[in-house]
C-alpha cells in the first residue's frame, strides 16, 4: 500500500510559477512509476507528465517546456515544477503512483492516488 500526499498548490498570477510536491509512504517507491494528472472544472482528469524508477520523463504537448517532473527516491518525493503558467493550467492536480518501473500517460496504469491540490493561475 502506498499512500501519497501533495503539497504546494495555491493561487499565482499568468507567467508565475509554482513547485508541487508529492510525499509517498512506503519503502518501495523506488520500484514506482509516477506521474502528475490534473482535471479542471467540468473536463476529464488528463495527463500532465510521468517519471519512470530511473528517471525518464514523459509530458503532455501541452506542458512540455514549461513543466518538469523530478523524483528523489531517497526521499520518496515527486516533485513537479510549473513555470510561465496559463489560465488554462488552472486544475486541481493529482499525484499518482503505478506498480511498474515505467512511465505510462494512462489514468487506468495508476493503482494509487493522492487527494489532490489546487492550482488557479489567475491575475
Known amino acids: 500500500q502506498v499512500q501519497l500526499v501533495e503539497s504546494g498548490g495555491g493561487l499565482v498570477q499568468p507567467g508565475g510559477s509554482l513547485r508541487l510536491s508529492c510525499a509517498a509512504s512506503?519503502?518501495?517507491?523506488?520500484?514506482?512509476?509516477m506521474g502528475w494528472f490534473r482535471q479542471a472544472p467540468g473536463k476529464e482528469r488528463e495527463f500532465v507528465a510521468s517519471?519512470?524508477?530511473?528517471?525518464?520523463?514523459y509530458y503532455a504537448d501541452s506542458v512540455k517546456g514549461r513543466f518538469t517532473i523530478s523524483r528523489d527516491n531517497a526521499k520518496n518525493t515527486v516533485w513537479l515544477q510549473m513555470n510561465s503558467l496559463k489560465p488554462e493550467d488552472t486544475a486541481v492536480y493529482y499525484c499518482?503512483?503505478?506498480?511498474?518501473?515505467?512511465?505510462?500517460?494512462?489514468?487506468?496504469?495508476?493503482?494509487?492516488w493522492g487527494q489532490g491540490t489546487q492550482v488557479t493561475v489567475s491575475s
Open positions: 499518482a503512483a503505478r506498480r511498474s518501473l515505467y512511465y505510462s500517460t494512462k489514468i487506468h496504469d495508476y493503482d494509487y
Open positions: 512506503g519503502r518501495t517507491f523506488s520500484n514506482y512509476a
Open positions: 517519471i519512470s524508477w530511473s528517471s525518464s520523463t
